[in-house]
């Protein structure tokens, strides 16, 4: 039986679906280069000689590539050659690349579905299937032959999260490279009445020259990209078929560590051979609507989330979305994003979805209609509290939807609702939203939603979220300025929105030169400039900061930066201080990145300015330190099968006054990826936290962690694959967890709860060992 709470939601949400499923598609396109149907599937080997034989000869060829960068509009410095034919089933396109400096970068690595390549050579498919130049489909491979997939939303860039079952396959040559694609027609969501005009961008990237060329000619120019694709059509008696999908996984593991659900009261959790099943299903309705499944769900297997410094943050830090089950379409259930100052305000951010047992999503595009409707459960908050409490073992309900409507070429409205029940209380946001093409360069945007929140602690709350963006760029010129106004009882729980009670000016600008010498590819300033003041009127936040971009051949990146940054903190923010309080710094910094070889990729940001202390021992007010933060990656490919990724992220304060360190934190991290075959590869994760805090000056204590993951991935394609996995993590907890009440095992109500040492101690390491097997049934 359906939970009270989520028959609710549905009851206000499928009024929605049933509204937009019989709406009119879009009209076809005319004045489209037209693809040919072929006799048979062509092969990789009819290219051989570097020209089409055989099926090849029959494909429509496309060689009037252009430069983007670093020379917009000018001819490539190396010859490409692209074919496009298609059957029944299939789209092929063959790449032909020329390289007359045999400079080729390729790696065989294995196929990561969140990240592209970095110091690699790779082709770019961009289809948008619908012709609504707003979302299109992403497909790279590199001359290797790996994969990689996203979808790309117009002004919001490409998300790699996704992917999709395709086929690949390339050969490097003594004249260059050539890749062969294959996308099956139901790996694709599109009208079969409208296949008379889909929207095409082909692309390739020369690494080492860090070139860009395009066919159609993208100019850096005009704003936005999709609405500068070529349009294609001939594509006849195709569909993507109603299909199904259906990946059902099985899942053995053994596993000890320490649970601190209960503060007070930390144990060890504990099994062997803890067996657990689930399954993910898919189902294409009226060809471009994707009706999504879930039951108890699993996510061992996704890669962990890249380090980032969490310490003295007095706001939430951002990690983005990897599960599989939320990323089909996940573009459609987002209104306009804006990344402004350092935080980054979204509606819907389903890692708030932490525990599912099951979901439900329904999206895609009818006509000028584009939906995403999104149910499930999340029982985290029933595990997250010890037994006893009132909220142990309950789960939560969300149920959130979105509605857009494409208006002319690039604009669109929109409508949102999102919803979270929990025992009798509930979460509920709604609102509008707008993306508007003003002209070739400039581009406005809208959001406004109100809240409605029932709060155990706060009771009734309503809350409103506007903001106002203007964005406009060129070949030389950027600018985005955001108007943003968020009251103090604004809630999303279903979304992430790190700071109410702000009105805010948001402010970025940069203008670069293109000298033409065979050095410097750019140079020019950017600035950032923030304003932001509560609904009192009281100033909050202000900075301004400044860098000189330079990027020199091969590969490098370097901008010097200086900062201004005033903080006031207030009685509400910090419980203790009597009267707002201001908090004056100044930085400077640099950041040097590049990849000037093909086994080599790094980047480094250095900077050294002030900050408000905010962990701070009982008793004592907030204090300015002096804060030391740098960050360095260095990408080893000592060959084309092994890859090393090394991170060391350091975060420093030393108390103004007392010129004594508050916090030493440390993050190490290698990844190490050795790939057997396409299919087979071993990844292994070390990484050390360590945390070194002086309790004279911080509430924060020291900690150490260090943690080793180990993961054999079979991998045939997306969805059918077989992990082999182990893991094992050191923490400095003493043994015994807990203060115990005297002679007993039991922890003493009255202590400190988990119990740390200096050290890190091996009697109290957690491990896990887990075996997961998943099958794709596509039919």
Avoid at 83 to 103: A, Q, R, T
Avoid at 701 to 718: E, G
Avoid at 739 to 744: D, E, F, I, K
């Amino acid at each position: 039986m359906m939970p009270a709470p989520l028959s609710g939601v549905l009851v206000r949400l499928l009024g929605f679906v049933l509204a937009f499923l019989s709406l009119a598609p879009l009209a076809a396109f005319a004045d489209a280069a037209k693809i040919p149907h072929l006799s048979k599937p062509p092969r990789l080997e009819d290219f051989d000689t570097m020209h089409p034989t055989g099926p090849g000869a029959e494909m429509l060829r496309t060689g009037d590539f252009t430069q983007n960068f670093p020379a917009d509009g000018k001819p490539p410095t190396e010859k490409t050659d692209a074919y496009l034919g298609y059957d029944d089933l299939n789209l092929y396109i063959v790449f032909v690349c020329w390289d007359s400096k045999k400079g080729v970068r390729g790696s065989l690595t294995n196929r990561e579905p969140s990240t592209p390549f970095d110091s690699d050579d790779f082709i770019e498919v961009n289809l948008d299937t619908f012709h609504d130049q707003r979302h299109a489909f992403v497909f790279n491979v590199n001359p290797r032959g790996v994969q990689a997939d996203g979808l790309r939303t117009e002004g919001q860039g490409t998300d790699y999260s996704w992917d999709t079952l395709w086929n690949s396959r390339a050969r490097i040559t003594s004249e260059g490279y050539i890749i062969w694609v294959s996308i099956p027609f139901r790996s694709l969501r599109f009208h079969p009445q409208d296949v008379g005009g889909w929207g095409i961008t082909l692309a390739r990237y020369i690494a080492r020259n860090d070139e860009s060329d395009f066919w159609p000619a993208v100019s850096a120019k005009l704003s936005g990209f999709l609405n500068q694709e070529a349009t294609v059509s001939g594509l006849e008696g195709i569909s993507p078929g109603r299909n199904m999908q259906f990946i059902p996984y099985l899942e053995s593991k053994s596993f000890r560590t320490v649970n601190t659900r209960d503060p007070i009261n930390p144990f060890y959790s504990t099994a062997v051979f803890q067996g657990r099943a689930g399954l993910d299903g898919k189902i294409v309705l009226k060809d471009s609507l994707v009706l999504d499944g879930t039951i108890n769900p699993d996510f061992a297997q996704v890669e962990s989330d890249q380090p980032q410094n969490v310490l003295n943050q007095r706001f939430e830090v951002f990690f983005p979305e990897k599960r599989p089950f939320f990323l089909e379409n996940s573009n459609f259930f987002e209104g306009p994003t804006i990344a402004y100052g350092l935080l980054q305000s979204r509606l819907v951010f389903t890692r708030r979805i932490a525990d599912p047992k099951y979901g439900l999503r329904l999206s895609g595009k009818e006509g000028p209609w584009n939906l995403g409707f999104l149910f499930a459960n999340d029982c985290a908050p029933g595990h997250l509290v010890p037994p006893g409490d009132v909220n142990y073992g309950k789960c939560a309900t969300f149920g959130i939807g979105r509605v857009s409507h494409d208006i002319g070429k690039q604009s669109s409205v929109g409508a949102m609702y999102t919803d979270r029940e929990f025992n009798g209380t509930f979460n509920r946001v709604g609102g509008v939203d707008g993306t508007f093409t003003l002209n070739k360069n400039w581009n406005a945007s809208y959001r406004g939603y109100v809240s409605s929140t029932l709060d155990p602690a706060a009771g009734y709350l309503f809350g409103q979220h506007h903001e106002a963006v203007l964005v406009g760029s060129g070949l030389r010129f950027a600018f985005s300025v955001t108007y943003l106004d968020i009251t103090p009882n604004f809630r999303t729980e279903t979304g992430f929105v790190p700071r109410t009670d702000q009105r805010a000016f948001y402010h970025y600008g940069h203008f670069y030169w293109h000298p033409k010498n065979k050095f410097i590819l750019l140079h020019g300033p950017e600035e950032n400039i923030t304003q932001l003041w509560d609904h009192s009127g009281t100033t909050l936040q202000q900075v301004v900061s400044f860098d000189y971009a330079f990027e020199i051949k091969p590969n490098l990146i370097i901008a010097p930066i200086i900062a201004y940054e005033s903080d006031v903190l207030r009685p509400v923010d910090f419980p203790g201080l009597t009267g707002n309080r201001q908090y004056v710094q100044d930085g400077f910094g640099i950041v040097f990145r590049g990849s000037p070889k093909r086994w080599l990729r790094w980047s480094t940001r250095i900077f050294r300015d002030g900050t408000p202390v905010v962990v701070t021992p009982p008793g004592q007010m907030p204090y300015t330190g002096d804060e030391t933060a740098i960050t360095q990656t260095v990408g080893l490919k000592p060959f084309s099968r092994l890859q090393i990724d090394n991170t060391y992220i350091l975060e420093r304060i030393v108390n103004g006054k007392a010129h004594h360190a508050v916090f030493n934190s440390h993050i190490i991290r290698t990844r190490v990826n050795y790939q057997f075959t396409p299919q087979l590869s071993l990844r292994v994760i070390g990484q050390y936290n360590g945390l070194l805090a002086n309790s004279n000056y911080t509430s924060l204590t020291t900690q150490k962690n260090l943690n080793f993951d180990v993961l054999l991935t079979y991998l045939v394609h997306p969805g059918t694959a077989v992990y082999v996995g182990y893991n094992s993590n050191l923490e400095n907890v003493d043994p015994g967890l807990c203060v115990h009440l005297p002679g007993t095992n039991e922890c003493d109500p009255n202590g400190i709860g988990l119990v740390r040492t200096r050290n890190l101690l091996s009697s109290n390491d957690g491990r896990q060992i887990f075996v997961k097997v998943s099958y794709l049934f596509r039919r």
